[in-house]
Each structure stands twice: as structure tokens, then as C-alpha cells.
């Protein structure tokens, strides 16, 4: 009776728990649902639930059939083992006694055993193929490339779109087919079981039918897969080439056809057997196959690579490097990069710079590590907000077109104190961040500290830039679902020791509406206080999937993203940008990226509204195939670029990481021809720098300058190349992001036989600059810690100049300032406390342009220079008194009295300025 009432206990806890795993998981179903229908995008939600459950139901059932009906072969047997009965003799007499198993192995139960293990495995065999719909949905919807490879001659949409399904089948089918196989000699051994003959599976000859056709089923998909390995072969890497070389078309493709003969003779060989019952032929069969695959599938290809090739792999090879060559520029729109030539050695003087202050007044000197803490000790003004990230970008301020650098106040709720962490405070009040800071890439105060255009709580500037809804409840922290337009205080921003509130008025999220909505919200979130909170109404909205890099996945899984998604200003609102790519490892003939994909396409600019969370998917390159098939499967997710707001579509700027890729596989695939290429006589690499104290490799970087050739400035990306094994600089390559010339590659290349510095010959030659050495040395005796900022060439005219800031950054202190700036220019190597003194040491005084004369004539002084002098000198004392400052705190009494002396010259000049 105790065991009874155990084995009920226990079976009542079992359905208990799968009831409540039902309905959690229909509970996440449907508010999924609820979740994309907010955002309009139901139909992309019944696609993939649609294709995903579809295929494993398709895969599931097609598995139950076959192993069921397989097992249903072997349930006779089973039937005629367990009812045979067993004659004893003993002393003289014959007893008949029947198997023990006769009273459990009926047919009605076999056929049930059958159909629940079946049933069991192919619920989990489905699982097998989760997350392959997309595999399927791009076989439905091809996109022709119009390009061909040579080797079949068939247009590259089949081994982007259609391979990889025949592919995923094969696979699929052969697992299936191995699964099969293991559970009917589990049935057959129960046979022998039965029959108490457990150690003859392969004596009962029904066994041997059974699984001799399973073997030839085996074969027959082998024999598929080794045509389908022909197609995979574009995909491989043997001895110098990627794709199919030499000994791949020579050697291993001829093998596989060889192979797939074999095998489909192997499946017949064994149908034969079947009514020949020579099962000497199962064996011979699979011997053969296992030998034929090691000597034609690894020894012979083996053998051909390393005496035929090896000996003369540039001239064996030649016809296919140039195909690896022509199709990994094509895969990474290598082929699109315009070439040019750069002058060395080219000298500027003052007029150049004078002619040149959209790049001067743009060039960077807050690097985002050092701005990054010292944006947080300027303005996150409570413990709650986190600047997360520094992005850059540019904006028209003032009528004026700047590079900035701005971060966004995210509210990190993790930060609270913790007396603040209530569930009401972090559901309902503590919701959104608040407003962003901004600052101009080159400017900063007395102190060393930057200056702002946006900042403060409610958002402060002297500029045009007006930020009229701050509220960030959308971002890459906010990690957390909330509840808005409760009846508990919303907590909006901070002011002085009292806080401001303010109530929810966008239509984001999903309003809870009633009852039964309020429930399936409890199980999905798993949070009970849904329920039973009194603050919560019908008109609430629970905002959830808020942090961007789970959002926008969530309605598009299938897209790769950027690192890095960048806040926007735009007509008041601020908006999330962030770059998608689409990839793949199946493109013939090309050298994959780290060994992923071998395709990649900035083909997707994705916007979220910080305080909507509206998303909106925007296609940067129409000419991809991936995107087009995309589009076909999601009708009208996708939008044109032109459909996206004018002032948003002014910040759209090309990715950093797609640029660093292109220019990672550029450094060897600018050789075009394939003897250079193989050779590596002219491999490139990316350069690398001194940052603080520590080599690492340079990383691309924004600026504003004029390319040459172009009147007006623009906002590009830059990284240098330097030659392999060498520090000088070889090219540089830039990629457009302004209007129409968006996407748009240069590589700009110098003249190989002179010399022009590299970054890290730069460096060097800054360390062995006598007085900058003196200078960081003296820093590091006061305990101070020197920061080396990052090292950026800047293109001008038909030359480059190089600029480091140097940070300080006290032992105490976790707030750099930006102190010195160095300039490398031609053999010139200057540090001064602004950027304005270094070019001025440089190129000699009055190289702004308010310093010019009329006609350009510099020297001819009229009424508008005078102010922008007075600044100038202003500017000059100020940081001749910091400096003062520093070597007084230092003992420097020497250098304490010559900044002095330069300090009174200084303000002589000033007061000569201001009487006239």
C-alpha cells in the first residue's frame, strides 16, 4: 500500500513538473508573440516559428516512420523468442516449460514499446536540426550571384543557397540511418536474449537481412555524400591555395567519382547477398569501401601533393591562385578598393596648414580609454549611471562640420545602493537612463579636461544641439525588463537633492491589458509580483528584450552584428545605430576571415529608438545576394536607405570591424599576381604602436580631412599598412562615409623606394627625443602615470603628419588629463601643451587661418586676426602657467623659472594685443 501511494506521489510530481515546463514555455510563446506584434513584426515571428517547428516536425515524423516501422521488423522475431517453448528431460521424464518473457512480450505491448521509443527518439532527433530553418528558408529563396565558378561552371547561389541544404539532408540522413541501425540490433540482441543465445546477433538470419539492408542504405548514402563532397572541395585548403588546386582536380575529385562507384557497388553487392546469403560479401564490401576511401580519399591525393606538386607548386598552382585571389577579393570587396598613388616625403608649410583647418580642427586628441573615466567622473553625476561606451561621430555644431566624441548615461540598475534594490524601484520607478555627454574630439580646458557641447542633467549646451527627449530606455545595459505607466513614482532624472519624476508616454512594449495576459507574463518572467503588485493596472506597459544586443537579435537572428552599436543625436531624439553583416563559409575559392566565413557584407544599418525601441532594418548594399534572399523571406522587413530619415542617415558611418577585416585580408590580397602572392613578396601588416606603456596593434580611426584629390572634408576611416618585418610605412587605406560616397574603399599607396615612417618609427623616435624623454621621466618620479594616447597619421594635402596626446593621470586619481601634445612632422619631432603651439614650433606662428592675410598672404595683420590672437595668447598663458605649476610641484626651480620668463613674455604680448 506504501508503495503505492509512493509510486502515485511520484508520478503526480512528474506531471506536475512537465505541466509547469509547458506552461512556462507556452507562456514565453505567447508573449513572444505579443513582443513582435508591438513591433509590427508578427510575420517575421510566424516565419521562423513557423519554418523552425515545420522542419522538425518534418524531420521528427519522417524519423518516427523509419524507426518504427524498422523495429516493426524485428517484433515476430521477438514474438516466436519469447512464446517458444523449452523441453527439459530429467529422470527419465520430459517437461515442456515456457519462457518467462511470454507473459510481458505480447504484440500489443511490443507495438507499443515500438511506438513510444520511436516517438521518444524522434522528439529528440528533432532537436538535432533546431536552428537549421534558416538553411532550409534560403533553399526555398535562391538569389543568383551572376558570377560562375570554373570548376562546374555553376552560378555561385548554389553553393551559397543550395549546397549547404543538400548538405544538411546528407548529414541528417546518415545520423537517422546510424540511430536506426543501433536500435534494431538492440531489438535482434533482445531476440537472442530471449532465446538465451545473447552472443550470436550475427548468427540469426532474419538479423542479417535486416541490417545487410540497412548496410546498403549506408552505402547508397555514401555514395551521395561523395558527390556532394565534389561541391565541397570549392571550400577546402590544400598546400598554398584555397578551393580546389592541383591535386584536388587532378587527384581528389576524380577520386570521389571513383568513391561514389564503389560504394553504390558495395550496396549492391550486398542487396545480391540477401538471396545469395553469402554474408562473407557484407565484410568484403565494407573492407573494400574502408580501404578504397584511405587510398584514393588520403594516399593518392597524398602522393600527387607532395611529387608532383611540392616540386613545382608555383607552376602547378598558378591557375588556381589566381582564382583564390580573384574570388576572396570579390568576397570581401577587395575588388571595389580604388587604387592611388601618395607622394613621400612631401614637406607642408604654414599655408598648407593654414588651407587645411577642417582636418587640423578635427584631428583627435581624446582617445576613448582615458575619455571614458573621465567622463564618468565629470558626468554620471549619481552611482546609478554608467557611460558604457565612447562612439565617434561628427555633427554640424554651430554651422561648423566636427568630429565629436559622446557617450550615452545609461542607467545600471546593478548599481543601486542596496538598501535601493526593491523590486518597485527596479520594476517600476528606476527605468531609463538620461541624456548623453559630447565633447569635441580636439578641445580641452586649462586643467586638461574636455570641453563640452552636451552635458549635465537636464542636457546643457551652448550650441545648436538640442536633445529634447533624453530618456534612454533602450540601450547596452539595460538588461533588465521593466514596468511603466504604473501607479508607482517613475523616476526620471536627479535635481539637486530632490528627484524628478515623470510618467511613460511612448507606445513601446506590451500593455498587460488584462488579466490573463498579467498571468502569462508571471511564468514567462518568472516573477510572481506581476501578479499580485497593486501598482500595476491594465494600461500598463512591461518593456522587455530592452538591451540593443539582445533585442535586434531577437527579430533577427540570422544577421551577424558589430561590436559596437553608437549613439545618435538626431532632430532632438536619440536614436541606437548599429551595423549587421551577412555571412557565409560557403563561398568558393575564398580564404576564410579566422577560419569562420569566407563572405561578408555590411548589408544592414539597424535603428533603435532609445526611448521607443523601435527597430528598423535598412539595407546598405542592395547588390548583396544574402540581403536579397533575406528579403524574400521576410517581405518587407527590409527598407531602402533612402527611406531612412535625412539627418539619421547623416551619422550612418562605415564599421569599424568590417574595415579591419577588409583591411586585415587586404594586407595580402592587394597582390594580384599569383607569383608575388605566393611568394609573399609584398604581404603587408597592420602597424602597431606604443598605447600608455604597451606595443599593441593600431587600430583604424575616424577623422575629417580632405582626400586628395577632393575639395571638401569628409568623414573617413583610416589605417596604415607597414611591410612585413619592416616599420615603414607602405600604404594607407581609407574608407568613405559621407552621402553618396558612402562604402566607398582607397588604398593610397606610397613609392617603394623611399622611405616614409611607419607608426612605430614614429614612437622610436619620439623615445629618443631627448627632451620628451626628460620630460616623461620627470612625470614618472612624481608618481604620476603617463598615458602615451594613440598615435594617428592624418593625411594633408599630399603629405602626413603625425599626433600623440599624453595623458596624466595621478596615482590617486582615476580621471586622466590630457596634457601634451606631440607632433612628428618631416625630421621634426615636437611636444608642446596644445596642438596649436606644436604646429605652430613646426610650421612658425599664424598657422590658423584666422592668422592669414588677405589673398592667403600670411603676415598682413587687419582688424579680425587681433581676436584670434588675443585667443591665441590666452590659450598660451594659460598652459605656460600649468606648466609653471608642474615644475614648481616637481622641484624643477630651472624649468619653474624659464616657464615664468616665457609666461610674463607671453602677457606682455597679450597687453600689446589688448591696447591696440
Excluded at 549492391?268 to 573492407?287: K, T
Excluded at 599655408?351 to 567622463?375: G, V
Excluded at 577623422?703 to 611591410?723: A, S
Aim: with cysteine; aromatic share 14%.
Amino acid at each position: 500500500m506504501q508503495n503505492n501511494f509512493r509510486r502515485v506521489y511520484y508520478t503526480f510530481l512528474g506531471v506536475l513538473f512537465l505541466l509547469l515546463l509547458l506552461v512556462v514555455a507556452g507562456a514565453r510563446l505567447y508573449t513572444d508573440w505579443l513582443w513582435f506584434q508591438a513591433l509590427e513584426y508578427q510575420r517575421v515571428f510566424l516565419t521562423i516559428i513557423l519554418s523552425d517547428v515545420g522542419l522538425r516536425l518534418g524531420v521528427g515524423v519522417a524519423f518516427f516512420i523509419l524507426l518504427f516501422t524498422s523495429l516493426m521488423f524485428t517484433r515476430g522475431h521477438l514474438l516466436r523468442a519469447a512464446q517458444r517453448a523449452t523441453v527439459l528431460k530429467e529422470d527419465d521424464l520430459l517437461t515442456i516449460q515456457s519462457s518467462p518473457w511470454s507473459r510481458f512480450l505480447t504484440n500489443r505491448f511490443l507495438i507499443a514499446a515500438f511506438a513510444a521509443l520511436s516517438l521518444i527518439m524522434a522528439f529528440l532527433f528533432s532537436f538535432s536540426v533546431a536552428g537549421d530553418w534558416v538553411t532550409l528558408q534560403k533553399f526555398l529563396h535562391p538569389t543568383s550571384f551572376g558570377v560562375s565558378e570554373p570548376v562546374f561552371n555553376l552560378d555561385l547561389g548554389f553553393y551559397v543557397f543550395r549546397l549547404p541544404f543538400f548538405l544538411f539532408l546528407y548529414q541528417v540522413a546518415s545520423a537517422a540511418l546510424l540511430v536506426i541501425a543501433f536500435w534494431t540490433a538492440v531489438a535482434y540482441f533482445l531476440v537472442n536474449l530471449t532465446q538465451g543465445t545473447a552472443g550470436g546477433l550475427f548468427q540469426s538470419i532474419a538479423a542479417r537481412y535486416h541490417l545487410s539492408f540497412l548496410a546498403a542504405l549506408f552505402f547508397i548514402l555514401k555514395a551521395i555524400g561523395y558527390q556532394l563532397e565534389r561541391y565541397a572541395l570549392l571550400f577546402t585548403h590544400t598546400g598554398a591555395v584555397w578551393g580546389p588546386g592541383y591535386t584536388a582536380t587532378h587527384a581528389t575529385l576524380p577520386a570521389y567519382n571513383i568513391l561514389t562507384i564503389i560504394a553504390l557497388v558495395c550496396a549492391l553487392a550486398i542487396i545480391i547477398n540477401l538471396f545469395l546469403r553469402r554474408f562473407r560479401l557484407v565484410v568484403y564490401s565494407i573492407a573494400v569501401m574502408l580501404v578504397a576511401s584511405v587510398l584514393l580519399g588520403g594516399v593518392y591525393p597524398g602522393i600527387v601533393q607532395k611529387f608532383r606538386v611540392q616540386p613545382n607548386e608555383i607552376v602547378m598552382e598558378k591557375p588556381y591562385l589566381e582564382r583564390n585571389i580573384e574570388f576572396t577579393r570579390m568576397a570581401y570587396k577587395l575588388d571595389s578598393i580604388e587604387k592611388k598613388d601618395f607622394p613621400a616625403g612631401r614637406v607642408l608649410n604654414a599655408e598648407d596648414i593654414r588651407n587645411n583647418q577642417d582636418t587640423i580642427e578635427n584631428i583627435r586628441l581624446w582617445d576613448w580609454e582615458p575619455l571614458q573615466q573621465t567622463y564618468s567622473q565629470l558626468q554620471e553625476m549619481r552611482p546609478y549611471y554608467q557611460f558604457v561606451d565612447i562612439d565617434v561621430d561628427r555633427y554640424v555644431v554651430d554651422g561648423n562640420y566636427r568630429q565629436v566624441m559622446l557617450a550615452a548615461r545609461e542607467l545600471n540598475q546593478e548599481h543601486l545602493q542596496p538598501q535601493a534594490k526593491t523590486w518597485i524601484n527596479q520594476r517600476l520607478s528606476y527605468t531609463h537612463g538620461y541624456g548623453i555627454a559630447m565633447s569635441p574630439v580636439n578641445e580641452f580646458t586649462g586643467e586638461g579636461l574636455p570641453t563640452f557641447f552636451l552635458k549635465d542633467i537636464p542636457p546643457v549646451t551652448n550650441t545648436n544641439l538640442k536633445v529634447e527627449r533624453p530618456e534612454i530606455y533602450y540601450g547596452e545595459k539595460t538588461d533588465q525588463y521593466v514596468i511603466v505607466n504604473t501607479n508607482a513614482q517613475e523616476f526620471d532624472y536627479p535635481r539637486g537633492e530632490e528627484n524628478v519624476y515623470t510618467t511613460y508616454t511612448g507606445e513601446s512594449g506590451v500593455q498587460i491589458s488584462n488579466i490573463l495576459r498579467r498571468l502569462m507574463f508571471t511564468f514567462a518572467l518568472g516573477d510572481y509580483k506581476i501578479l499580485f503588485a497593486s501598482d500595476i493596472d491594465n494600461n500598463s506597459r512591461v518593456l522587455y528584450y530592452r538591451k540593443i544586443q539582445e533585442r535586434v537579435p531577437k527579430i533577427a537572428p540570422f544577421l551577424s552584428y558589430d561590436e559596437d552599436p553608437y549613439i545618435v543625436l538626431s532632430e532632438g531624439r536619440l536614436f541606437w545605430i548599429w551595423d549587421a553583416y551577412t555571412t557565409t563559409d560557403k563561398f568558393p575559392y575564398s580564404e576564410p576571415f579566422n577560419n569562420v566565413d569566407n563572405y561578408i557584407r555590411n548589408a544592414v544599418k539597424v535603428v533603435l529608438d532609445a526611448y521607443t525601441g523601435e527597430v528598423d532594418f535598412y539595407i546598405s548594399d542592395p547588390e548583396d545576394p544574402l540581403v536579397q534572399t533575406y528579403s524574400k523571406i521576410f517581405p518587407g522587413m527590409f527598407k531602402n536607405m533612402e527611406e531612412m530619415p535625412g539627418d539619421l542617415s547623416q551619422h550612418v558611418r562605415y564599421p569599424v570591424d568590417y574595415f579591419k577585416i577588409q583591411a586585415q585580408m587586404y594586407a595580402s590580397y592587394h597582390m594580384e599576381d599569383p607569383q608575388v602572392f605566393y611568394n609573399r613578396e609584398d604581404k603587408w601588416n597592420l602597424p602597431m604602436e606604443i598605447y600608455a606603456s604597451e606595443q599593441r596593434p593600431m587600430e583604424p580611426y575616424y577623422t575629417i580631412i580632405k582626400l586628395p584629390g577632393q575639395n571638401e572634408p569628409e568623414f573617413v576611416l583610416i589605417l596604415p599598412f607597414t611591410p612585413q618585418n619592416k616599420n615603414n610605412m607602405i600604404a594607407w587605406m581609407a574608407a568613405r562615409s559621407d552621402g553618396e560616397n558612402y562604402g566607398k574603399l582607397l588604398a593610397y599607396y606610397f613609392p617603394k623606394q623611399e622611405l616614409v615612417y611607419g607608426p612605430m618609427q614614429v614612437e622610436a623616435r619620439i623615445n629618443q627625443d631627448t627632451t620628451i624623454s626628460q620630460q616623461l621621466s620627470l612625470w614618472d618620479q612624481r608618481g604620476s602615470n603617463v598615458i602615451r594616447g594613440n598615435l594617428l597619421a592624418i593625411p594633408i594635402k599630399d603629405a602626413l603628419i603625425y599626433v600623440e596626446p599624453l595623458y596624466l593621470q595621478a596615482e590617486q586619481s582615476r580621471m586622466p588629463e590630457l596634457r601634451r601634445v606631440i607632433v612628428t612632422h618631416g625630421e621634426r619631432v615636437v611636444m608642446e601643451p596644445s596642438l596649436e603651439l606644436a604646429l605652430a614650433r613646426i610650421f612658425g606662428e599664424g598657422v590658423s587661418a584666422e592668422a592669414q592675410g588677405p589673398a592667403g598672404e600670411p603676415g598682413t595683420v587687419e582688424q579680425p586676426q587681433t581676436a584670434a590672437s588675443v585667443r591665441e595668447l590666452a590659450q598660451r598663458a594659460n598652459q605656460l602657467y600649468d606648466e609653471a605649476q608642474e615644475r614648481l610641484k616637481a622641484g624643477d626651480w630651472a624649468g619653474y623659472g624659464d616657464s615664468l620668463a616665457k609666461l610674463k613674455q607671453t602677457l606682455n604680448e597679450l597687453a600689446g594685443q589688448a591696447e591696440e
